[in-house]
T-cell receptor
Framework: AQSVTQPDIHITVSEGASLELRCNYS??????LFWYVQSPGQGLQLLLK??????LVQGIKGFEAEFKRSQSSFNLRKPSVHWSDAAEYFC??????????FGRGTSLIVHP | NAGVTQTPKFQVLKTGQSMTLQCAQD?????MSWYRQDPGMGLRLIHY???????DQGEVPNGYNVSRSTTEDFPLRLLSAAPSQTSVYFC??????????FGPGTRLTVT
């Protein structure tokens, strides 16, 4: 079975500050990992994905994530947050079943 | 390509009514799934399909039915709506072990 935990329900940062959103997964083999973003009232958009290879993955909108097998983590980072980054962020893990499993999401609040 | 489309965007039902949420994709994906999104609960999988004629239950299947007669379409049926089914519903499609493409969602209110 596969599962994913996003420990932070809300994160508040100031515009221009760096960001790290945490994601921990549980899966016995090498997982497929995803980060999605959901703006208010919208559907989900893929930010980045990890399947294999380089453990540092670059995504859209200046986001990156690092797969750390020893820590079962896939944290999302951005060096400088913009007000437009305020949204809900979802981590998902796949590999153990046909459909990925999603975390409960982290709501990002950006202060000016 | 339209991607994944969902209709309607909004719906209000009375308790006990039935309805079908439509989902279609034009990417020839084998896998399709339905999720519901509630505050603080993330996305919970209702039903999914791994190909035409093949469906299976997800985490929260009670009160919902699905069928998959074609690769493109994956409708979700509410048999007898209950207030607990008030939610935002998302349909998604994908290839095996690849990212999912999501529709814009259907916001359902059951009174």
């Amino acid at each position: 079975a596969q599962s994913v935990t996003q420990p932070d329900i809300h994160i508040t940062v100031s515009e221009g500050a760096s960001l790290e959103l945490r994601c921990n997964y549980s899966y016995g083999a090498t997982p497929y990992l995803f980060w999605y973003v959901q703006s208010p009232g919208q559907g989900l958009q893929l930010l980045l994905k990890y399947f294999s290879g380089d453990t540092l993955v670059q995504g859209i909108k200046g986001f990156e994530a690092e797969f750390k097998r020893s820590q079962s983590s896939f944290n999302l980072r951005k060096p400088s947050v913009h007000w437009s980054d305020a949204a809900e962020y979802f981590c998902a893990v796949g590999g153990g079943s046909y459909i990925p499993t999603f975390g409960r999401g982290t709501s990002l609040i950006v202060h000016p | 390509n339209a991607g994944v489309t969902q209709t309607p965007k909004f719906q209000v039902l009375k308790t006990g009514q039935s309805m079908t949420l439509q989902c279609a994709q034009d990417m020839n994906h084998e896998y399709m799934s339905w999720y519901r999104q509630d505050p603080g609960m993330g996305l919970r999988l209702i039903h999914y399909s791994v190909g035409a004629g093949i469906t299976d239950q997800g985490e929260v299947p009670n009160g919902y039915n699905v069928s998959r007669s074609t690769t493109e379409d994956f409708p979700l049926r509410l048999l007898s709506a209950a207030p607990s089914q008030t939610s935002v519903y998302f349909c998604a499609s994908s290839d095996l072990q690849s990212e999912q493409y999501f529709g814009p969602g259907t916001r359902l209110t059951v009174t």
